[in-house]
C-alpha cells in the first residue's frame, strides 16, 4: 500500500526565503505526482503535475522535481511570500489506471513579513 | 468555465438522516472523485468514477454510495449518517484516469450530531 510522508510537518520562514518542501513515497509504481496548496477553509489547488517521465516541472517562483526511483519529490518555492503561506500537500497516483491520488498530511508554511 | 462545483457548503444533520452530496464539472472529464479529509489523517478516497457508467469503491467507502449520473455529474450519497462521517468532503475531476491534473471543489463541510 504506497504511503506518503511529507517533512516537515510544519515550517515558518521570513519572506525572501527559497524554502524545500519534501514528500517521500514507499511505491515507486507512479504515473504522475501531483503537489497541491490549501487555504483554510478552501479547495484544493493544483501547482504543478509531474509525468512520470519527467524529473521536474516549473511554474514561476516553483519548482517540483521527481526521482521515481527513490520515491522522493521535492517542491522549491524561491523568494518566499506572506500569500505562499498555506498548506502543501503532495500526492502520487496509486499503480494501475484509475488515477488514484494518495495523500501526504502536508506541510504546512507561515511565511512572515 | 465554473471547473468543479459543490453543493451545500456547509450541511449539519442528526444521526441516522440521509442526504446527497452535489458534485458537477464543466471540463468534459471523463473520471471524478470523492474524498474526505478529517484532521490528522489527510484526504483519503471514498469512491471514485473513471468513466461514465462506472464507480468503484476507494479506502473508505462503507456508509456511502455514489451515482454518476451523467459525464458531468457525480453525487455522494450518505443513507443513515452517523458522527463518525463528521468531516470535509471534495469532489475532483480528471480528463482521464492516471492521465492528467485532478482538479478540486471547494468542498462541503458536514456536521453529524
Known amino acids: 500500500k504506497q504511503e506518503v510522508t511529507q517533512i516537515p510537518a510544519a515550517l515558518s520562514v521570513p519572506e525572501g526565503e527559497n524554502l524545500v518542501l519534501n514528500c517521500s513515497f514507499t511505491?515507486?509504481?507512479?504515473?504522475?505526482l501531483q503537489w497541491f496548496r490549501q487555504d483554510p477553509g478552501k479547495g484544493l489547488t493544483s501547482l504543478l503535475l509531474?509525468?512520470?517521465?519527467?524529473r521536474e516541472q516549473t511554474s514561476g517562483r516553483l519548482n517540483a522535481s521527481l526521482d521515481k526511483s527513490s520515491g522522493r519529490s521535492t517542491l522549491y518555492i524561491a523568494a518566499s511570500q506572506p500569500g505562499d503561506s498555506a498548506t502543501y500537500l503532495c500526492?502520487?497516483?496509486?499503480?494501475?489506471?484509475?488515477?488514484?491520488?494518495?495523500f501526504g498530511k502536508g506541510t504546512k508554511l507561515s511565511v512572515k513579513p | 468555465n465554473a471547473g468543479v462545483t459543490q453543493t451545500p457548503k456547509f450541511q449539519v444533520l442528526k444521526t441516522g438522516q440521509s442526504m446527497t452530496l452535489q458534485c458537477a464539472q464543466d471540463?468534459?472529464?471523463?473520471?471524478m472523485y470523492w474524498y474526505r479529509q478529517d484532521p490528522g489523517m489527510g484526504l483519503r478516497l471514498i469512491y471514485y468514477?473513471?468513466?461514465?457508467?462506472?464507480?468503484d469503491k476507494g479506502e473508505v467507502p462503507n456508509g456511502y454510495n455514489v451515482s454518476r449520473l451523467n459525464k458531468r455529474e457525480f453525487s455522494l450519497r450518505l443513507e443513515s449518517a452517523a458522527p463518525s462521517q463528521t468531516s470535509v468532503y471534495f469532489c475532483?475531476?480528471?480528463?482521464?484516469?492516471?492521465?492528467?491534473?485532478?482538479?478540486f471543489g471547494p468542498g462541503t463541510r458536514l456536521t453529524v450530531l
Open positions: 511505491d515507486s509504481a507512479i504515473y504522475n
Open positions: 500526492a502520487p497516483t496509486s499503480g494501475g489506471s484509475q488515477g488514484n491520488l494518495i
Open positions: 471540463m468534459n472529464h471523463n473520471s
Open positions: 468514477s473513471a468513466s461514465e457508467g462506472t464507480t
Open positions: 509531474i509525468q512520470s517521465s519527467q
Open positions: 475532483a475531476s480528471m480528463p482521464l484516469a492516471g492521465d492528467g491534473e485532478q482538479f
